[in-house]
């Protein structure tokens, strides 16, 4: 039986997350079910090309994923042998898969009747309808572990995908399993009275204007509330309290999980790490909404960091 997933509304929701996806774990383990499913007509899948997916736009303010039926491929059961896919669930009950062609020089060969082209996503991610993004995040989040985790960690022999491709089992010790790896990244927005800590990190370049959260890796051996805390000390010197859990965002780039928060700063001066750090400033409300006035952009409407700016302007969804 199908169950409902829990898709989080779009006014409590991040981008990338709210899939309409049912990911169908209790079936993963079934192997002629699987199989069949991967040759049945109707069965969808998300193409996957060197970091680029089957996108079809409509204009300049509009795209949608493509996802081509099984009837509508010209794939092979031999080259379904070969080829890294992953059983990612149930899309309006029907099966969908992601399906790794990054060997392929001409991936469009396999799709003789598709309208879309092979595109980043990053670039055109705020055109797709947001459950649409969200089917992404987890279909490029799978093909990159996929295609990072050939080899066993702990005595390098090729791994065998199982369960439906959401574990690998070492060829040469079977003991040895693997599963789909997230890593852990805070972001926080740091209050000092009635403004806030916007920054620019190196890594953008000088050319980018882009003055956003803070954020940083979870270390091991701490919880997201002590990254949060020594990120921002390490970064620009403040000294953090306060530290309230905003919300989260699966971010595929290539797979991440953002955990967002707010803090309130000890005091509003300011120590740059400059070679993290760029430039920092805190801005107050009229300062942020007058942001092209003053010389730099916002973060993108996708994320999480966008989201926690428009809430304390009072211009998100609360």
Same mark, same amino acid.
């Not at 010389?295 to 609360?318: H, V, Y």
């Given at each position: 039986?199908?169950?409902?997933?829990?898709?989080?509304?779009?006014?409590?929701?991040?981008?990338?997350?709210?899939?309409?996806?049912?990911?169908?774990?209790?079936?993963?383990?079934?192997?002629?079910?699987?199989a069949?499913?991967?040759?049945?007509?109707?069965?969808?899948?998300?193409?996957?090309?060197?970091?680029?997916?089957?996108?079809?736009?409509?204009?300049?303010?509009?795209?949608? !994923?493509?996802?081509?039926?099984?009837?509508?491929t010209?794939?092979?059961?031999?080259f379904?042998?070969?080829?890294?896919?992953?059983?990612?669930?149930?899309?309006?009950e029907?099966?969908?898969?992601?399906?790794?062609?990054?060997?392929?020089?001409?991936?469009?060969?396999?799709?003789?009747?598709?309208?879309?082209?092979?595109?980043?996503?990053r670039?055109?991610?705020?055109?797709?309808?947001?459950?649409? @993004?969200?089917?992404?995040?987890?279909?490029?989040?799978?093909?990159?572990?996929?295609?990072?985790?050939?080899?066993?960690?702990?005595?390098?022999?090729?791994?065998?995908?199982?369960?439906?491709?959401?574990?690998?089992?070492?060829?040469?010790?079977?003991?040895?399993?693997?599963?789909?790896?997230?890593?852990?990244?805070? &972001?926080?927005?740091?209050?000092?009275?009635?403004?806030?800590?916007?920054?620019r990190?190196?890594?953008?370049?000088?050319?980018?204007?882009?003055?956003?959260?803070l954020?940083?890796?979870?270390?091991?051996?701490?919880?997201?509330?002590?990254?949060?805390?020594?990120?921002?000390?390490?970064?620009?010197?403040?000294?953090?309290?306060?530290?309230?859990?905003?919300?989260?965002?699966?971010?595929?780039?290539?797979?991440?999980?953002?955990?967002?928060?707010?803090? !309130?700063?000890?005091?509003?001066?300011?120590? =740059?790490?400059?070679?993290? &750090?760029?430039?920092?400033?805190?801005?107050?409300?009229?300062?942020?909404?007058?942001?092209? @006035? =003053?010389?730099?952009?916002?973060?993108?409407?996708?994320?999480?960091?966008?989201?926690?700016?428009?809430?304390?302007?009072?211009?998100?969804?609360?």
């Amino acid at each position: 039986m199908m169950m409902t997933p829990y898709r989080p509304g779009r006014k409590g929701g991040n981008f990338y997350s709210g899939s309409p996806v049912d990911r169908g774990a209790q079936d993963r383990g079934d192997a002629a079910r699987i199989a069949f499913y991967l040759m049945g007509g109707e069965t969808l899948f998300v193409p996957y090309w060197r970091g680029r997916h089957l996108i079809i736009q409509d204009g300049a303010e509009s795209a949608r !994923i493509e996802l081509p039926t099984r009837r509508a491929t010209m794939m092979t059961p031999e080259f379904l042998e070969q080829a890294n896919w992953v059983f990612l669930g149930y899309l309006d009950e029907r099966p969908l898969f992601m399906l790794d062609l990054s060997l392929l020089d001409h991936p469009e060969l396999m799709f003789p009747r598709a309208r879309g082209t092979f595109r980043e996503l990053r670039p055109i991610a705020g055109l797709l309808p947001a459950d649409e @993004a969200a089917i992404l995040a987890q279909a490029r989040g799978m093909a990159h572990w996929r295609a990072h985790s050939q080899f066993c960690g702990n005595c390098g022999a090729p791994n065998q995908a199982d369960q439906a491709g959401h574990r690998l089992v070492c060829t040469a010790d079977p003991t040895h399993l693997h599963f789909p790896r997230t890593d852990p990244v805070v &972001i926080m927005l740091v209050h000092w009275q009635d403004r806030v800590l916007l920054a620019r990190g190196t890594r953008f370049g000088p050319e980018s204007r882009t003055l956003s959260a803070l954020a940083g890796f979870v270390e091991p051996g701490e919880t997201p509330e002590e990254a949060v805390a020594r990120e921002v000390l390490e970064e620009t010197g403040v000294l953090v309290g306060s530290i309230r859990y905003h919300s989260a965002q699966p971010w595929p780039y290539p797979g991440a999980l953002m955990l967002a928060f707010t803090a !309130i700063a000890q005091g509003d001066a300011l120590r =740059l790490d400059r070679e993290e &750090i760029a430039e920092a400033r805190w801005l107050g409300r009229d300062e942020v909404r007058n942001h092209a @006035a =003053l010389g730099f952009t916002l973060p993108s409407p996708t994320t999480i960091a966008r989201r926690m700016i428009d809430d304390w302007l009072g211009d998100g969804p609360g």
